[in-house]
């Protein structure tokens, strides 16, 4: 079945419930909604003359068009392929072409960014609310083209933290897994409950647009389409039973950020992406109370391999809570999860191998890239490359990434477990543990730290928490962290970083 069937359906049994809104501002009713996503589908298959399976492409900020552009696609048994915003030109344009994209909306002034890249294959390049794109609305509109479930509803290029991005293949059968995981693990959600955007929608918060119209909810937007603590905790005011997603490092914003917040009004603060520490995660639960929600996945399984529940990381009194807060909680119900050594085979509790899933959330391959996908889709299993271990109770621990594991005179490093510890000093902002090439002991442990601490105390600090040989042999002090643009930290631009630094000095 065709996804674009629930907004359909909400329009017509509830036309006057806000779908979307910017601020306190309701944008668009489910009605009007429905109505403009059926006419600017009507244009996409008439006046552009697209056929189906074709690719649009949508490069935009978060904005409450994004879900006509989104759905009228859909609507238009058409592909989206959302890409990050902030990407470079030459990034972008190879996205157009990789995913061969007939059609791109961009909101200005991105098309700009875009225009000197455009490949030859892309036919049209529409600003966002301009003229050309509200006459679109002008067109007839059509019917919900029928799609089955295998067909692709969504290529989700990865963020790429090293080489080029691959697009994941999100068939319609994946994105109503997902919403169905995310409504009975993540987030059970009333008619009517609102979800803030506060990540990109190409990304992370795009993917619980979908479970949010099932359930008939506003797609709030904050008016400046930015991150800042003060103006979310407004937008919090304004919209009680508030769902949202956002990265360890946008929680951490929250929670350091001086502005009143409504607590309460929070239904569910979903986060994922990336390791949050321990340290964060509590000063989290202080701060916003029992609406916590840990998830991780990656676009290959969108948004859902496991999930730690609110209840998990509110139980404090538990003899294991701490371990299960370091965790990323138990696989949800709707896949397979297991960790296997490099053969393949799956390894009892306690081992750490790599975590492989396998289940009808997972994509089904890579566009175009019949190499990559045979390397991580193996017998319907997907290869994460995500190193990990479950617990007796069946409470999977994320290791690190297989490139970032360190290894010193033979003995295996896990640079996740000596940050935790370096945070722990009051003046550490972020750190980031790396492995430094070394002739003596194939690598060594290198500490960046953000902050003023003196080299010796962490060092000190490490003694008293960790094994002698995971201490980091070498502070550096830096100003920031590398990053991507989702707030990733690269610990591939911190290692070349750190090869050029040896090299000079
Ligand atoms: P992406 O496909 O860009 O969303 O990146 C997915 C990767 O982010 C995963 O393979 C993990 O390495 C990491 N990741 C996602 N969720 C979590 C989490 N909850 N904790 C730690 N790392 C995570």
Not at 229 to 246: G, K, N, T
Request: glycine share 8%.
């Amino acid at each position: 079945m065709n996804l674009a069937y629930w907004l359909e359906r909400a329009g017509r049994s509830h036309p006057d419930w806000p779908a979307t809104a910017c601020g306190a501002r309701v944008v668009r009713s489910y009605g009007a909604l429905a109505g403009r996503v059926a006419r600017l589908a009507g244009a996409l298959r008439g006046t552009f003359g697209l056929q189906t399976g074709d690719r649009v492409a949508i490069v935009a900020k978060n904005s409450p068009e994004y879900l006509e552009m989104l759905y009228a696609v859909w609507h238009a048994g058409l592909a989206a392929v959302p890409a990050n915003a902030k990407l470079h030109g030459a990034e972008l344009g190879y996205i157009l072409e990789h995913s061969d994209a007939r059609v791109c909306f961009a909101s200005a002034p991105l098309d700009a960014k875009i225009a000197p890249h455009a490949p030859k294959s892309l036919e049209r390049l529409i600003v966002v609310g301009s003229r050309d794109f509200e006459t679109l609305f002008a067109a007839d509109p059509v019917d919900v083209t029928a799609r089955g479930a295998d067909d692709l509803a969504w290529l989700f290029y990865t963020s790429g933290t090293t080489g080029r991005p691959k697009g994941a293949m999100l068939t319609h059968r994946n994105l109503i897994q997902l919403s169905h995981a995310y409504l009975a693990e993540v987030d059970p959600t009333q008619p009517g409950d609102p979800i803030l955007h506060a990540a990109p929608m190409s990304h992370g918060s795009g993917l619980y647009i979908m479970p949010h119209v099932m359930r008939l909810g506003a797609n709030v937007i904050a008016e400046s389409g930015g991150f800042e603590p003060q103006e979310i905790f407004d937008v919090v005011r304004h919209w009680p039973r508030l769902s949202m997603f956002a990265a360890p490092t946008m929680v951490k914003r929250l929670v350091e950020s001086p502005a009143d917040c409504i607590a309460e009004n929070f239904r569910t603060i979903v986060w994922g992406g990336a390791p949050m520490y321990f340290e964060d995660a509590v000063r989290a639960l202080e701060r916003f109370g029992p609406r916590l929600v840990q998830i991780y996945g990656q676009g290959e399984s969108p948004m859902t391999i496991t999930t730690l529940s609110r209840q998990d990381i509110a139980a404090r009194d538990h003899p294991r809570w701490r371990e299960r807060l370091l965790s990323a909680g138990r696989p949800f119900a709707c896949l397979e999860v297991k960790v296997t050594d490099a053969q393949g085979r799956a390894l009892p509790a306690e081992e750490t191998g790599e975590i492989l899933c396998r289940g009808d959330v997972v994509m089904p391959g890579y566009w175009n890239n019949p190499q990559a996908t045979a390397a991580s889709l193996k017998d319907g299993w997907l290869h994460t490359g995500d190193i990990g271990a479950f617990d007796a109770d069946g409470y999977l621990t994320l290791k690190d990434r297989s490139k970032d594991l360190i290894i010193s005179g033979g003995s295996n490093i896990y640079p996740r477990e000596v940050e935790e510890v370096l945070l722990r000093h009051p003046a550490v902002r972020e750190v980031s543990v790396i492995g430094r090439p070394d002739r003596e002991w194939g690598e060594v442990v290198v500490a960046y730290v953000v902050g003023e601490a003196a080299a010796k105390d962490l060092d000190a600090l490490c003694l008293s928490a960790i094994a002698r040989f995971k201490r980091p042999k070498d502070y550096v002090f830096i100003e920031a962290l590398p990053k991507n643009n989702y707030g990733k930290i690269l610990k591939t631009e911190l290692r070349a970083l750190d090869a050029k630094k040896g090299a000079g000095s």
